[in-house]
């Protein structure tokens, strides 16, 4: 199983809180507010979710939701008071997402916390608590982490969860006893807390139950203490240091490798177990050779790789979180010297994860191998320093780093200004902006997605093409923007946990396989599953799966546990909610449970015709049937809208409803994709061979999957701009 990075990890908070560019939904949020005859104004909204707020008995949730997320699109900071008193008035789960996301964007400006917010650490309620501790657990610099950490002994058990995760996420080892003292606490927060730890630290975490008896638990927390206590920091950092090659080494390495492509079948066998006898210093060298041209080195290295997996030969690269968080002396040293031997994107990124984590702790005995290393003769430790001091609140103003601006690489200045700005540097933006009309989309879409979290609505649109004009009139538009904005963009817009990683998911049903690629399509995990029609990475790491012959959804971990489920004929797709529950949709049926199992709502197609179905956030249902309809329902199963859709629906889709209205649907008879409008006007199309999913991007692209095999990202040309091969039929694709 790989280690996700550290990315992903964090979006298991960011699972509650929303990327700001998704209030881009303005006028459908002032629509909604309209037929409830409620005001559209902001300083109207603010006196009536204040009247809200003091009656403590909520009404009309979609009402209030729509509310909430205008006037985080509006930027309203003095909203940030009431929005907490809302969290302490409601139970609702969606209302309080709502009000934990708008609280991420208008309770900061830049770096600095509305004091409503410090104030909300010693609230009565255990919402606004633990809202609280996450949001300022999140942003605040690692030396200002004190008020949090008394939450560390708070009375109730689910604000010490969401403090000490939070923390954790953030390098803090203390965090550590903090959750493993809740694994004998109410049965959902005992099982969160360990799911923290786990999904934290990956497979070098202890694997020990936490059962369901106090027995069972207080034996789990026993190894778990005893694991801590006795990790050894020095064999920690030895895991690193074995794989730092000298040149004589490297070549000789390589030379085996070579090897194992020979027409000899005995010098191959040599090779490979002089290769094995190495062990732990091959495996970086291995990994990179998976991608040679040679399908006999490519299949004996990953052979190599598998069987020093069994054996526990781990990529010292997994080590690397466990490194950020207890922090030993000269860890900085150690990863900036291994890096060079690191050759493939995702252990790359591990690292360069824990290197920045170390820097944001703003300490001497880290910041000064870092600040050394910008002047180091190796390019990537040169460019990894920079990156991980733009995590230093001493450093991210710095001059020193400013130089990379002017890097001969474009490359170098895109990742340094990238970091920057995610760490709120306005001064990098224009760099972003102008690395858009230089390099092409594949390098720059990460960058595009921060600018558009920043833009919201007045986001400049995603040129038609991919030709060096259209992408420097792109550029232009975006700089026009940054004039016209630089002083009143609010930086906190940017929630670097949620940003894109450029992952896909793809759901492969013949083959009986869930897995996520990167963009170079190298395979980051797969799950063996019983013929799947649809699935979703859950925060922490989590697969949700609708698994079609088996009748089931599941949620399963990365070791394919099945940790819930609920059984239900013949499910296609399946979609966790944001209050915790799940939506499904079978060939006859739309439902959505709860995490018991209580249904919630069930609304039945008889003749077992639904091909697609999907919640959206007001509450309304969206359902392809094999009519050529595309139906809306409301939870009680009543028919609102049906329109035609422009060709056949023969066999199971996955749609996209746009923040515009629009619907993007794949129509695999056809051979076609269409983006139609609310009366089902056709206002965009792509032909492709038999399409099964497809997404909308936020770069203005379209994902898209293919019963072929392929899943391609096609421009508003229908131009392919990416593409990648896959054996088997893919019956879904998505991208985080």
Request: hydrophobic letters at 40%; one cysteine or more.
């Amino acid at each position: 199983m790989r280690l996700p990075n550290l990315a992903a990890v964090t979006a298991s908070l960011a699972g509650l809180l929303l990327v700001a560019g998704t209030y881009g939904d303005l006028a459908q949020d002032k629509k909604i507010l309209s037929t409830a005859k409620l005001p559209t104004d902001s300083a109207g909204l603010l006196r009536y979710l204040q009247q809200q707020a003091a009656k403590k008995k909520l009404n009309d949730l979609s009402a209030l939701q729509a509310a909430v997320r205008v006037l985080a699109a509006e930027d309203v900071e003095n909203a940030t008071p009431t929005f907490i008193e809302l969290l302490a008035a409601t139970n609702d789960a969606g209302l309080r997402e709502e009000l934990h996301a708008a609280l991420s964007v208008v309770a900061f400006k830049d770096e600095k916390p509305h004091p409503a917010l410090q104030q909300g650490l010693t609230h009565a309620s255990e919402s606004v608590r633990s809202a609280c501790a996450s949001l300022l657990g999140e942003r605040l610099p690692i030396k200002q982490l004190g008020p949090v950490k008394k939450l560390y002994q708070d009375k109730s058990p689910r604000v010490r969860l969401d403090a000490g995760r939070t923390l954790l996420r953030r390098g803090q080892a203390d965090a550590v006893f903090v959750l493993i003292d809740l694994f004998d606490g109410p049965g959902e927060v005992a099982s969160e807390a360990l799911d923290a730890l786990t999904s934290y630290i990956g497979r070098q975490a202890p694997d020990v139950e936490l059962g369901d008896n106090a027995n069972a638990r207080k034996r789990c927390q026993q190894v778990w203490r005893d694991w801590w206590t006795d990790l050894d920091d020095e064999k920690l950092l030895d895991r690193f240091r074995e794989s730092i090659l000298t040149d004589h080494r490297r070549k000789q390495i390589l030379a085996l490798i070579n090897e194992l492509g020979s027409d000899d079948f005995f010098a191959r066998e040599k090779a490979t177990s002089e290769l094995m006898e190495i062990g732990a210093a091959a495996v970086p060298l291995l990994m990179q050779a998976t991608n040679h041209a040679d399908p006999e080195i490519v299949f004996r290295c990953n052979k190599c790789l598998e069987k020093m997996e069994k054996s526990g030969l781990k990529n010292p690269a997994e080590s690397s979180r466990l490194v950020a968080l207890r922090q030993p002396e000269g860890a900085v040293e150690v990863l900036l010297a291994y890096l060079p031997f690191v050759q493939d994107e995702t252990s790359r990124e591990e690292v360069q994860d824990a290197l920045n984590m170390l820097a944001a702790a703003d300490e001497e005995k880290f910041l000064d191998p870092l600040h050394a290393a910008l002047k180091d003769e190796l390019d990537v430790r040169r460019f990894a320093a920079a990156i991980a001091l733009a995590y230093s609140p001493k450093w991210r103003s710095s001059p020193e780093l400013r130089t990379f601006f002017r890097d001969k690489d474009p490359r170098v200045r895109l990742r340094v200004a990238s970091a920057l700005v995610q760490n709120r540097q306005r001064d990098a933006i224009p760099v972003l902006i102008d690395m858009i009309g230089i390099l092409p989309e594949t390098d720059t879409w990460s960058a595009e997605q921060l600018l558009m979290q920043l833009a919201g609505d007045d986001a400049p649109e995603p040129p038609g093409s991919s030709d060096r004009k259209a992408r420097q009139r792109y550029r232009d538009a975006w700089t026009a923007w940054w004039k016209r904005n630089d002083e009143k963009v609010n930086l906190a817009r940017i929630n670097a946990a949620n940003r894109l990683l450029g992952y896909t998911l793809v759901v492969l049903a013949n083959n009986r396989l869930v897995q996520e690629i990167d963009r170079n399509g190298k395979t980051l995990w797969q799950l063996p599953v019983n013929y799947p029609l649809d699935a979703e990475v859950l925060p922490g790491g989590r697969i949700l799966v609708a698994e079609y012959a088996t009748s089931m959804v599941t949620e399963r971990d990365r070791k394919n546990k099945i940790l819930w489920q609920h059984r239900i004929s013949y499910p296609i797709s399946c979609q966790r909610l944001p209050n915790g529950n799940t939506f499904i949709a079978s060939r006859m049926q739309l439902t959505e449970v709860t995490r018991a199992g209580k249904t919630v709502f069930d609304i039945q197609r008889r003749n077992r015709d639904i091909m697609g179905a999907v919640k959206l956030r007001d509450g309304t249902i969206l359902c392809v049937n094999r009519q050529r309809q595309l139906i809306t329902y409301n939870q009680a199963g009543k028919i609102l809208k049906t329109i035609a859709l422009p060709g056949q629906v023969y066999s199971y889709i996955h749609f996209d409803r746009l923040a515009n209205g629009n619907t993007v649907v794949p129509l695999p008879s056809n051979s076609k994709v269409v983006e139609i409008d609310s009366n089902g006007k056709t206002v965009w199309e792509c032909r492709i061979q038999n399409p099964t999913s497809a997404k909308r991007l936020p770069n203005g692209r379209t994902l898209i999957a293919q019963l072929s095999g392929k899943v391609v990202e096609v421009d508003r040309n229908g131009k392919v701009v990416w593409e990648q091969q896959i054996p088997g039929s893919v019956y879904r694709a998505s991208r985080r």
